[in-house]
């Protein structure tokens, strides 16, 4: 393949595991004004781990950054990348990426929200077949994650172990009383599908159902 869609062999199966770039996060920053010069940073713990160079015009984001494959040497990359926007149904519009990729000599061209450096370049999840975590998740994985999301956004800690929170100041108690018997719905399903899991590996599990 060539163009944007070529030079792959380091690229990542997993969202999750690029770094990305979020047009709307972009947009709310000022990225995309017309006439824009400045950068954009990824950092982890407060540290910057990477960073780009980048400028608009009204219909293109030039990122402008190195890269290099396997310990290689550096490169430096300048991507152009259409822009277009689409109204929203109360006023005013939404920005989209037009990804500029090309795998087996075809252009994407797709209308996009994030691009990802699953490779030399920045793409739709699609040009690099890039899958979800959640995707490759077990059935009760999925429900765990659902019932800590519920756990976190009432203020406690994330697991089974962990007690739940009291009712966040100004909730209704209908309102927390439904969050709380979903986390238990959620924990209990989880827990009856790993069992069933498992079962065929460590029969004597089913003397404790």
Same mark, same amino acid.
């Given at each position: 393949?060539?163009? #944007?869609?070529?030079?792959r *062999?380091?690229?990542k199966?997993?969202?999750?595991? +690029?770094?990305?770039?979020d047009?709307?996060r @972009? ?5 995309l004004a ?9 950092t ?6 990477? $960073?780009?160079?980048?400028? *608009? ?5 030039t990122?402008? =950054?190195?890269?290099?494959? $396997?310990?290689?040497v550096?490169q ?20 989209w ?7 087996n000599g075809?252009?994407?061209?797709? %209308?996009?929200g994030?691009?990802? /450096? ?5 793409? +739709?999840?699609?040009? =690099? %077949? ?8 077990? /059935? #009760?994985d999925? @429900? @765990?994650?659902? /019932? $800590? ?5 009432l203020?406690g800690?994330p ?5 739940? /929170? %009291? ?9 927390y ?8 719905q959620?924990e209990?399903?989880a $827990?009856?599908? #790993?069992?069933?899991? =498992?079962r065929h %590996? #460590?029969?004597?599990?089913? @003397?404790?159902?």
């Open positions: 393949m060539g163009g #944007f869609g070529s030079g *062999s380091g690229w199966d997993k969202v999750e595991d +690029c770094r990305s770039l047009v709307n @972009l947009h709310r920053e000022g990225c017309p006439g824009y010069v400045g950068g954009w940073q990824w982890r713990d407060g540290l910057r781990v990477a $960073n780009i160079s980048m400028h *608009s015009t009204d219909k293109t984001l990122l402008i =950054y190195r890269f290099r494959q $396997n310990g290689g550096w430096d990359v300048h991507q152009v990348t259409g822009l277009t926007s689409t109204p929203c149904r109360f006023g005013g519009t939404r920005p990426f037009i990804c500029p990729g090309v795998v075809t252009r994407c061209g797709r %209308r996009v994030k691009l990802h /450096a699953g490779g030399r370049y920045f793409l +739709c999840r699609h040009c =690099y %077949r890039l899958a979800y975590a959640s995707q490759s998740e077990r /059935a #009760f999925r @429900l @765990l994650r659902r /019932a $800590n999301k519920l756990r976190t956004g203020g800690e697991g089974t172990g962990a007690l739940i /929170a %009291r009712k966040p100041k100004g909730m209704h108690w209908k309102t009383d439904a969050r709380v018997a979903e986390i238990d959620l209990e399903t $827990n009856q599908l #790993f069992m069933a899991s =498992y %590996r #460590f029969p004597e599990i089913s @003397l404790f159902l």
